[in-house]
């Protein structure tokens, strides 16, 4: 799914362009552009936490805040940053989701979906990966609808799940 580059090179660019959009006098940029740009940037923005969601698993996964006296990612990456270690945990987990779905991951990364849509669905899905009729679903829905509609796909799930003959067999006991 993902090319490789050096994840260094990949930040310094990121910083670089934060660096330019600093030096935008907004003072002479037209209504218009700033409505675009605004709505661009917000797009960017989100893909942008798609993606500290998948380095904030990552680093979960690698122990990497082992010897830093803080007992996970979310909680060490706070007190570098000054950040919410809440917010922190929550990134944690849409990496995580992102890691079990494709389907997450590219709706996420390509900006199809936006972060706080995807905390939604992750938050109601009870742990089960997004499925791509899910994620198509919830992509055209408004983001207060999100979290409804994941729950109705969670029932119909469970419920499918409840009804296979083969998971039946297994729970009955077998004298």
Partial sequence: MFEHMDLARAVDAVNTALGDLGRVDLDRVPSSELRA??????????RLGGHLARLTHA?????????????????????QTGTSSRKNRAAAQLGEAMS????????????????????????????????TELVDTISNLALSAVRP??????SRRDEQRD?????????????
């Fill in 100 to 131: 079990k779905s494709d389907a997450l991951a590219d709706a996420v990364a390509t900006g199809r979906l936006s972060t706080d849509k995807a905390d939604a669905a992750v938050g109601a899905s009870g742990d089960l990966p997004l499925d």
């Fill in 149 to 154: 509609a994941t729950e109705a796909w969670r």
């Fill in 37 to 46: 740009e605004l709505s661009r940037l917000k797009l960017i923005e989100s």
């Fill in 59 to 79: 680093a979960d996964l690698t122990g990497a805040f082992i010897g830093t006296g803080a007992r996970d990612t979310a909680e060490w990456l706070a007190k």
């Fill in 163 to 175: 009804r296979d003959p083969q998971r039946e067999s297994k729970r009955r006991p077998t004298h």
